[in-house]
């Protein structure tokens, strides 16, 4: 059974940064893609980016371009999402989600598997 949790949520001020985590566990992730998704009050699961685990290659909505950055340590099972430059339109809940088999369909939350809990990340003006 796979496992994801995410951390590193909080509270910040527009132009600050925040950095989330998700540990994932349960069995080998080398041909899964991990992607993060967030999801704001009264709106649909939005993709924000997501990362191959084999290869590092990087998807991006263009939302979020230039902003964050997702990256992954393959040593401790760990995908990190750097938020750089928040906007109050940022706020939402955070989610990490795995693709165990690397589809195409990066952008789509139902391509993912599993899902981690969610980090609550919140963007004051």
């Known amino acids: 059974q796979v496992h994801l949790v995410e951390s590193g949520g909080g509270l910040v001020q527009a132009g600050g940064s925040l950095r989330l985590s998700c540990s994932a566990s349960g069995r080998p992730f080398s041909s899964s893609a991990m992607g993060w998704f967030r999801q704001a009050p009264g709106k649909e699961r939005e993709f924000v980016t997501a990362?191959?685990?084999?290869?590092?290659?990087?998807y991006y909505a263009d939302s979020v371009k230039v902003r964050f950055t997702i990256s992954r340590d393959t040593a401790k099972n760990t995908v990190y999402l750097q938020m750089n430059s928040l906007k109050p339109e940022d706020t939402a809940v955070y989610y990490c989600?795995?693709?165990?088999?690397?589809?195409?369909?990066?952008?789509?939350?139902?391509?993912?598997?599993?899902w981690g809990q969610g980090t609550q990340v919140t963007v004051s003006s």
């Open positions: 990362i191959r685990w084999s290869g590092g290659w990087t």
């Open positions: 989600a795995v693709d165990l088999f690397s589809g195409n369909h990066y952008s789509s939350p139902t391509e993912y598997d599993y």
